[in-house]
Nanobody, 125 residues
Framework: VQLVESGGGLVQAGGSLRLSCAAS????????MGWFRQAPGKEREFVAA????????YYADSVKGRFTISRDNAKNTVYLQMNSLKPEDTAVYYC???????????????????WGQGTQVTVSS
């Protein structure tokens, strides 16, 4: 599985961005998908995850209520809608895939098998 993120950029605090992650392959709908982020000098941290059929989603407490993860299996794409952005959301955002047919939500990076190259999100105050 190859993953390519897009949609990052510079936005003012309180603004919104939508990240997209396009996946290659015909088995996208068998993978759990996740978003992670990494700020300078910090470890990569979990942001959100979504199950194969989008029936289950899970969020880090820091983004709950502001970010929404979704997927379109017909388009092999997962999205991260980010609203009410804060300067502390500034980071490189990575899309990740876990599977195929993985079971259960996971929030640690080492549980994911495939990664995109990342897209920069910068929130100015």
């Amino acid at each position: 599985v190859q993953l390519v993120e897009s949609g990052g950029g510079l936005v003012q605090a309180g603004g919104s961005l939508r990240l997209s992650c396009a996946a290659s392959g015909r088995t996208f709908n068998t993978y759990f998908m996740g978003w992670f982020r990494q700020a300078p000098g910090k470890e990569r941290e979990f942001v959100a995850a979504i199950s194969w059929s989008a029936g289950n989603t899970y969020y880090a407490d820091s983004v709950k209520g502001r970010f929404t993860i979704s997927r379109d299996n017909a388009k092999n794409t997962v999205y991260l809608q980010m609203n009410s952005l804060k300067p502390e959301d500034t980071a490189v955002y990575y899309c990740a895939a876990r599977g195929p047919y993985a079971q259960g939500m996971r929030v640690t990076p080492n549980a994911y098998h495939y990664w995109g190259q990342g897209t920069q999100v910068t929130v100015s105050s």
